[in-house]
């Protein structure tokens, strides 16, 4: 079956450490997405990808960092400088357009 | 500034009873599309229905129907017969053309089904 693959689902950080969220579709999908969701709140987006070797940032892009080399993976970098990087991060794709983003099941990252 | 309001933080509903989830939204683009989206408890993002802005009918998806009012520039979930399943977050969200099909979320409304 087609999807979303996020790894994974629990995280924990260290201080000073950078960690990696991994997320990986299959829905040949061109568009990628990031939001960070902190407790009852809304989801924000980090960054977006629209096409292989290209990303933009959203709107709270500061303390994380994107890559994508291959269009079916845009892996999440929560950098050291993301001072309160504790919150729900889920990622999405879309065939563009006003289709429907596809969310994976989310990772939960935590301070040590 | 593009901005999504859901005003009702929780909500509660007798199973099998019909509930509406307020949306009201605010934009100056004359092209848009609202989508409406449920998270459970285990935390997926499950997509419910959209309607876009120039769309005449109201949008539904078996008991879910969107009660689009463009001139007020709201967009209310409709979920007729509600079940225990659907306790639920449900969020609404802009989608505004030719900006990379960003989506902007509400903060949401907790739903609660009684038995």
């Known amino acids: 079956d087609g999807g979303i693959t996020q790894s994974p689902k629990y995280l924990f950080r260290k201080e000073g450490q950078n960690v990696t969220l991994s997320c990986e579709q299959n829905l040949n999908h061109d568009a990628m997405y990031w939001y960070r969701q902190d407790p009852g709140q809304g989801l924000r987006l980090i960054y977006y990808s629209q096409i292989v070797n290209d990303f933009q940032k959203g709107d709270i892009a500061e303390g994380y960092s994107v890559s994508r080399e291959k269009k079916e993976s845009f892996p999440l970098t929560v950098t050291s400088a993301q001072k309160n990087p504790t919150a729900f991060y889920l990622c999405a794709s879309t065939r563009g357009g006003n289709q429907p983003q596809h969310f994976g099941d989310g990772t939960r990252l935590s301070i040590l | 500034a593009q901005k999504i309001t859901q005003t009702q933080p929780g909500m509660f509903v007798q199973e099998k009873e019909a509930v509406t989830l307020d949306c009201t939204y605010d934009?100056?683009?004359?092209?848009?599309?609202l989508f409406w989206y449920k998270q459970p408890s285990s935390g997926e993002m499950i997509f419910l229905i959209y309607q876009g802005s120039y769309d005449e009918q109201n949008a539904t998806e078996g008991r879910y129907s969107l009660n689009f009012q463009k001139a007020r520039k709201s967009a209310n979930l409709v979920i007729s017969a509600s079940q225990l399943g659907d306790s639920a977050m449900y969020f609404c969200a802009m989608y505004r053309y030719n900006q990379g099909g960003k989506l902007i979320f509400g903060q949401g409304t907790e739903l609660s089904v009684k038995p």
């Open positions: 934009t100056s683009d004359q092209s848009y599309g």
